[in-house]
């Protein structure tokens, strides 16, 4: 079963215009982490944010801010002020227990960005 | 100063061939990985070594050989390279006893197998 869903393979905005992207996961490890992480182009894969399963509050870095829904299992990014230089493939991703677990990070299929001038 | 560097960036080989590819984080870090993104982008755990033990194995071909010296360093060795074996692969490092737990990845080793 498919642990990390990104449903929208592809995505488009306005610049200056705020974008959410889904991702929503399946696990029965009450401790858990949720990741995203961007890839421009250049292939390079670059962390964002992240969510602890026992936050009480979204997290936010920047212009990034994770819309935590627990009850729901959905982890959904929110870029504000979209800029050309966020056009990149995005990907959620989630850790099952806590990090000094494995440590190992299951991925979404992706979703592709592109913000228009 | 690159944080986990991956060598080579692109090796093009015949099948049958082997290769390796190797990578080294200054990080600090007590984790390192190797992960596969196919030709759908789709991105997926090899192996996992911690301070040098392998704690994770997925279901891989034998053809493929990590090795880590140190902590430092994580090696990916493979035999009798396939068609399928076209990918890029990512190197990643992690520091298992911090909250977040946060990958750091390398920039990629793109293999084409002809």
């Known amino acids: 079963a498919q642990k990390i869903t990104q449903t929208q393979p592809g995505m488009f905005v306005q610049e200056k215009e705020a974008v959410t992207l889904d991702c929503t996961y399946d696990t029965s490890d009450p401790s858990y982490g949720l990741f995203w992480y961007k890839q421009p182009s250049s292939g390079e894969m670059i962390f964002l944010i992240y969510?602890?399963?026992?936050?009480?509050q979204n997290a936010t870095e920047g212009r990034y801010s994770l819309n935590f829904q627990k009850a729901r299992k959905s982890a959904n990014l929110v870029i504000s002020a979209s800029q050309l230089g966020d056009s990149a493939m995005y990907f959620c991703?989630?850790?099952?227990?806590?990090?000094?677990?494995?440590?190992?990070?299951?991925f979404g299929q992706g979703t592709t960005l592109q913000v228009k001038p | 100063d690159t944080a986990v560097s991956q060598t080579p960036k692109y090796l093009v080989t015949q099948m049958g061939n082997d290769k390796s590819i190797k990578c080294e984080q200054n990080l600090g870090h007590d984790t390192m990985y190797w992960y596969k993104q196919d030709s759908k982008k789709f991105l997926k755990i090899m192996f996992s070594?911690?301070?040098?033990?392998?704690?994770i194995n997925e279901t891989v071909p034998n053809r493929f050989s990590p090795k880590s010296p140190d902590k430092a360093h994580l090696n990916l060795h493979i035999n009798s390279l396939e068609l399928g074996d076209s990918a890029v692969y990512f190197c990643?490092?992690?520091?298992?006893?911090?909250?977040?737990?946060?990958?750091?990845f390398g920039e990629g080793s793109r293999l084409t197998v002809l």
């Open positions: 991703a989630m850790r099952e227990g806590p990090s000094s677990n494995t440590g190992k990070l299951i």
């Open positions: 990643a490092s992690s520091h298992v006893w911090t909250a977040t737990g946060e990958l750091f």
């Open positions: 070594y911690n301070n040098k033990e392998l704690i």
């Open positions: 969510q602890g399963s026992y936050d009480q």
